[in-house]
């Protein structure tokens, strides 16, 4: 008898242990993951910044460069597409990722020809209002490189984590799939530039 309840005692606890592991590895691999959840969000807010300057952007250049309207209609284009395009940080995908960078990557250079554009205009280019606005969107496109930069950081952290015997055996029991980054063409983890020029206006950030 008393064997067979210092059996039951030992099974309680290797039951309790192992209890304990999957518990502690499941639960830091949900943290990560909202971890993961929020540093999107915060991507997708810095993006959505930018997309509510442009309106603006087009109309106070449409009042000085009337003739400029296939560029003008080309950023308003780029910003309804990319709007489209959203994704679900619980089943991100590399495909998704890369269709949603493709689409801000458009509207970044739709941008970078509209302000482009300006330089032939002296009266628009002096307007306090545009100005600003071009301030403005210098101070996302570097708060759209430092979140990307964040997201990616977290992601890595995560993936790390879900790789990492024995976390993996939970990661793959529970379907903790793997997040993927933002890749530049030009070095990882650097935003597309939208080159503004320089101005005597100091930059909203």
Not at 84 to 102: C, F, G, R, S, W
Not at 116 to 124: C, G, I, Q, T
Request: net charge negative; hydrophobic share 40%; glycine share 6%.
């Amino acid at each position: 008898m008393k064997k067979g309840c210092i059996g039951l005692v030992v099974l309680g606890i290797i039951a309790l242990a192992l209890f304990g592991w999957v518990k502690n590895g499941y639960n830091g691999l949900v943290k990560d993951q909202e971890s993961v959840e929020t540093a999107w969000a915060q991507v997708e807010n810095v993006y959505q910044r930018r997309a509510d300057l442009i309106p603006n952007l087009v109309e106070t250049v449409k009042g000085y460069a009337k003739h400029e309207q296939e560029t003008l209609e080309g950023v308003i284009e780029a910003r309804a597409n990319a709007t489209k395009v959203t994704i679900d940080p619980k089943n991100m995908t590399p495909e998704d990722l890369q269709k949603y960078q493709a689409a801000q990557g458009d509207v970044t250079n739709a941008l970078s020809r509209l302000i482009a554009v300006s330089e032939a205009y002296p009266d628009l280019k002096a307007n306090q209002n545009f100005l600003e606005l071009q301030n403005q969107l210098e101070g996302t496109e570097n708060r759209i490189a430092v979140e990307r930069n964040k997201f990616n950081e977290v992601a890595r952290e995560y993936n790390t984590k879900r790789r990492t015997f024995p976390t993996n055996i939970i990661a793959g029991f529970f379907n903790f799939d793997e997040k993927p980054y933002f890749q530049a063409q030009e070095g990882a983890d650097k935003a597309p530039k939208v080159d503004f020029g320089t101005s005597s206006v100091p930059s909203v950030h």
